[in-house]
């Protein structure tokens, strides 16, 4: 099973992503879906959201860059999973968008980063409320328990964030 | 000045720990060239033509004594012997290695000082007013904001990764010197009804396509300041242009929206979050402003200082001068701030060595409080100079070689590193300015043509500022040729102005004397009271274009 890096440990990756390539297994947005956990297009989502609440605790949804949060708004509350795709580490869209889905959007299930990220960012996107981190192909085990020492690059930051919403100078004293 | 707390230095130094790691992985092949990238910049580490650049921040410019030395020690040992004053009043180093960065990050730390966001994408050094605390126009001191605004940005997880670079700039007094109208955003201090607060220009800036930043907030509240900025930076992060580098910039996206549709987006943000964690507060405003209060100042007699200067001056004639270039008022009676010129004859402009940087260290101490100031017009200014000092400060400036009293002038020229040291150039700008000072080296007619803004960038990235230049030099490349673009009519300040192009460019030879004759069409047809600028605004560019080609057939 592939793993990712689920709350600060290596997890079992148990969601399949329903991708969006451009060939002929694409995925129309109404096409049949397969069982289980699946992460599905935001397209996906918007188009058989009536059906897909009944599948409730098996239903994510992923949201490219562009995509940004108010495209789900208020259905975020009910989702269990979000996945945000960076398309390349230097996007930094999703980092706002993972902010406004917790702190506007009431988001508390998982939030996951996948796609193109690196651990170097790890500090700030859990800051912006990510919890889970897919690095897909990149690193093996051994790496990821490596890359794992990036979320604690920092003891302290100076801002408001989803995981200390009061920011230091409320804090000092 | 902002003293370090105990929080400040555990966060510096982690950041410290975290470049060096990722120096090591990237020297030992675990990082790729194009991740590490993004991270070395935003560490301050630039690759240059022939070697890195190690751009450090000076926070809205200031320095004390401690800093200097550190900032010598750094030249001498891991550099060739001297730094830059950038355009930015940062400082910069041509010349480290890059297995050595972590450390000298390491001994800056120890200092306060760090080069964190100094490049890259993200926010960058906030600058503001050299003349911040002491000036006679200033309504508020600008230095607490831009602390406050220093912490915010430092680090801040949503807006590391942004379309494009990020400017900040503020000022405090009624004559901006800060240059806000040119930067991402502006926020001037102002007060309504006893209340202090900003006034927000967004979206101005130089580089390819100069803007002049527009309104989009008459009034912001003080305690409103960071959960604005955040508004501000979010629509940005949001919407701001990632397809294409050169529409990436902050002014793209206002002009595109309309300044109108911007600013309603930013207010809409800004009213989900306006009254969260984010407010400041009272003790916080305080407890900056702290930092920043008054020196010891002697009570001294105005009008006494004032003519024994007077006396002085009227046997020294070169000390006259510079008393007269070099020296500004201060609002505190029998004070002075001193501009010490990086710009003599045959130095790069801005270029300051390792004894130079302890020299001034200790005259800063017997002086001004410890402390002094980098400018964006790459000087550095001693603040709080006691007039009665003037006479014996001005001898050993002389000595070291900044008292050339050519501050404001033709020859106190702001040019970027340029095609000798920016790998982004398209022409050299250094050996313009040199040509320019050697040409012009007559102090007496210098001083005749008044205050006078002469700036020069290799390439359209504009950090030689040449847009609001009175004259503005642009290198440009013409297949495979240096040449170079002048610009009329450009100005920084309370009335910025973009200047226009005269015409097609010249050679670096042509230079000197392009530049003569328009300084003849000027000192012609000027009236008595006129600068350069005044001249060109009531003359319009066709005098000085018809001179200059006419010339040229
Ligand atoms: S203006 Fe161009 S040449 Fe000059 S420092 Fe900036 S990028 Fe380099």
């Given amino acids: ?173 | 000045m902002y003293i370090y707390d105990a929080h400040d230095k555990h966060i510096l130094r982690d950041r410290v720990a975290q470049f060096k790691s990722q120096t090591e992985r990237y020297l030992a092949g675990e990082l790729k060239e194009e991740e590490f990238l993004p991270l070395r910049l935003q560490n301050g580490l630039y690759v240059q033509r022939l070697a890195p650049m190690l751009r450090v921040n000076v926070p809205y410019g200031m320095l004390n004594a401690a800093q200097l030395r550190k900032l010598a020690h750094i030249a001498r040992h891991y550099d060739k012997g001297y730094c830059h004053v950038s355009t930015r009043q940062n400082i910069q180093f041509n010349w480290p290695e890059l297995p050595e960065v972590p450390a000298i990050l390491a001994e800056l730390a120890e200092v306060d000082m760090h080069a964190t966001q100094s490049s890259g994408n993200c926010i960058r050094n906030t600058t503001s007013d050299q003349f911040a605390g002491i000036a006679s126009d200033e309504l508020i001191d600008p230095r607490p904001y831009c602390e406050i605004i220093r912490q915010w940005s430092s680090f801040h997880p949503e807006f590391a990764f942004l379309p494009r670079k990020f400017k900040i700039a503020v000022t405090g007094a009624t004559s901006d010197r800060a240059a806000i109208q040119v930067h991402d955003i502006g926020l001037q201090l102002v007060q309504l009804n006893g209340e202090t607060g900003f006034k927000v220009f967004v979206g101005g800036g130089l580089g390819r396509t100069p803007v002049i930043g527009q309104v989009v907030r008459e009034f912001l509240p003080e305690a409103d300041l960071l959960s604005y900025l955040d508004a501000i930076l979010r629509v940005y992060n949001q919407l701001g242009n990632r397809e294409n580098k050169y529409k990436a910039r902050i002014k793209i996206l206002v002009r595109a929206l309309g300044v109108d549709v911007f600013t309603t987006k930013v207010e809409e943000e800004w009213q989900h979050i306006k009254d969260g964690y984010a407010k400041l507060t009272r003790e916080e405003i305080e407890r900056t402003q702290g930092f920043f209060t008054e020196p010891a100042y002697e009570t001294l007699d105005a009008a006494a200082e004032e003519s024994a200067l007077k006396a002085v001056a009227s046997e020294h004639k070169a000390f006259s001068k510079w008393l007269t270039r070099n020296v500004s008022e201060h609002r505190v009676p029998g004070y002075a701030a001193v501009t010490l010129s990086l710009k003599p004859t045959g130095v790069a402009p801005g270029d300051v060595t390792d004894s130079q940087l302890e020299a001034i260290a200790d005259l800063c101490e017997q002086y001004s409080f410890g402390e002094v100031r980098t400018t964006h017009e790459q000087n550095i200014v001693m603040g709080d100079v006691k007039q009665s000092d003037l006479f014996a400060l001005w001898e050993q400036l002389k000595a070291l070689g900044f008292a050339t009293p050519n501050i404001n002038t033709l020859t106190d020229m702001i040019c970027c590193p340029g095609g000798d040291f920016c790998s982004l150039a398209n022409a050299k700008s250094i050996p313009i300015a040199e040509d320019l000072q050697r040409k012009f080296n007559d102090m007496d007619y210098v001083y005749d043509l008044g205050e006078l803004d002469v700036n020069l960038s290799g390439c359209m990235n504009a950090c030689g500022h040449h847009h609001v230049g009175n004259i503005g030099i642009l290198g440009v490349d013409k297949k495979g040729e240096e040449f170079y673009q002048v610009q009329l009519g450009g100005n920084a300040g309370n009335d910025t102005s973009l200047g226009k192009v005269l015409g097609p460019a010249f050679t670096r030879e042509e230079v000197p004397d392009v530049i003569q004759t328009i300084l003849d069409v000027f000192v012609e047809n000027r009236t008595e009271e006129e600068l350069f600028i005044d001249t060109y605004r009531r003359m319009g560019m066709k005098p000085f274009k018809e001179r200059v080609y006419a010339k040229a057939d």
């Fill in chain 1, 1 to 173: 099973m592939p793993k990712l890096i689920k709350d600060g440990a290596i997890a079992d990756n148990t969601w399949q992503f329903i991708d969006t390539a451009e060939d002929a297994n694409t995925p129309l947005p109404t096409a049949p879906l397969p069982t289980g956990n699946i992460i599905v297009p935001l397209a996906v989502w918007q188009a058989q959201k009536e059906t897909l609440k009944g599948r409730r605790n098996e239903i994510g949804v992923w949201l490219n860059s562009t995509e940004l949060a108010d495209t789900l708004g208020s259905d975020a509350a009910e989702l269990p999973l979000i996945a945000l795709r960076f398309p390349v580490f230097m996007d930094g869209r999703g980092f706002s968008t993972a902010r406004l889905l917790r702190e506007r959007y009431g988001f508390t299930g998982e939030l996951r980063a996948c796609g193109y990220f690196i651990r170097d960012q790890l500090f700030y996107l859990k800051r912006c409320g990510f919890n889970a981190f897919d690095f897909g192909e990149q690193y093996d085990e051994n790496e990821l328990e490596k890359a794992m020492q990036s979320l604690n690059d920092f003891s302290d930051g100076y801002q408001t964030s989803v995981d200390q919403p009061v920011p230091l100078f409320r804090r000092r004293a």
